[in-house]
Structure formats: C-alpha cells, structure tokens
C-alpha cells in the first residue's frame, strides 16, 4: 500500500509538473484584472540561469516579450545561485548582459527605484539583478565594491544549506543525514 500511494504522489508530481509548462504561464482573466495588471506596476522573480533555465537567447527574448504583454513591469533576476563561484556569476551576467544587448530597447537595468517606474511608463523590462548566495565572495568582501557597480541590489547570506555565512532551512536535514 506504502508503495502505492508512493508511486501515485510522484505521478501526482510530475503530472502537475508538465501541466506549468512553459504553456500555462498565463491564465484565464477578467478583462477588468488585465487592466489592473497593465496598470500596476508588478514585479516577478525569474531564478532561471543561463545553461538550465535557458539555453538560447531567443528563449529569454520570447519569456520577456510575453511578460511584458501581460504587463510584468521587471523581474528580479538571480546572477548567482546556492554554490556558484564569482567566475560562475560573471559568465551567467556576461550571458543575460549580451542576450538583452541584442534588444537594448526592451530593457532597463534598474540602479533607482525610479527606473523601475520608467521602463513601466516606456513599456520595458525592469532587471533588476540579485545574488541567492555570498559564496561568490570567496571571503572577499572587497568584491562587494564590484557588485554593487555590476548592479546587484540584493544577496541572501545563506541559502537552503550549509553555507560560511549562515545555515539554511534544510541544514539540519543535511546535518542528520551526514550522520
């Protein structure tokens, strides 16, 4: 029976899994809400990076464009995830930098909160960049000096594990299963 049910919850998972494809990032709506939407500015989180989430550039050209539609002003983007090294987030902003390179129309990076208003008025993305871990800084904190020209404008300490900064939600977990 313990099988089962299981076998059923990960069919359960992965079912809905396919079902929030790339296909149902919208949905149904009043008229009334998409004009609330277009009218307000409303910011998304895309932690997609370069190599996982997307792999070519069009694909984040066509994610964007669709967002725009449905009146998301920006996203915050994450440059660097849990375990990356300051190498690993200078390619993935080197990759998301030339991919909006190529359409500098359709995006603002945001250094004021002001600019986020702007590209909401010019029918822009806002971008703004954030970091999801401190490991970048390999205990150089001369580094901030250069993210903070990069343009990043937030970064968690410790993420879901074990980190120099901090302990995350699953350290515990993986602490018991080290043992």
């Known amino acids: 029976m313990k099988t089962l049910l299981a076998v059923s919850a990960i069919a359960i998972t992965f079912a809905g899994a396919l079902h929030a494809s790339e296909e149902s990032k919208t949905w149904e709506a009043s008229e009334e809400a998409k004009q609330f939407v277009q009218d307000t500015i409303v910011l998304g989180m895309l932690a997609s990076p370069y190599g996982t989430g997307w792999t070519e550039d069009e694909q984040l050209h066509t994610y964007f464009a669709r967002a725009r539609e449905n009146g ?39 250094n004021e909160t002001r600019d986020i208003e702007a590209a909401h008025i010019q029918g822009k993305t806002a971008v703004i960049w954030n970091s999801q871990t401190a490991t970048i800084l390999d205990g150089d904190l001369r580094k901030m000096a250069v993210l903070k020209d990069m343009g990043i404008k937030s970064m968690i300490l410790a993420y879901n594990d074990i980190f120099r900064t901090g302990s995350g939600q699953l350290a515990a977990y993986t602490v018991a299963t080290l043992v």
């Open 72 to 110: 998301i002003t920006g996203h915050e983007m994450t440059l660097a995830a849990a375990d990356m090294s300051f190498d690993t987030f200078l390619d993935q902003h080197y990759h998301f930098r030339a991919a909006m390179a190529q359409q500098p129309e359709n995006y603002l990076i945001v």
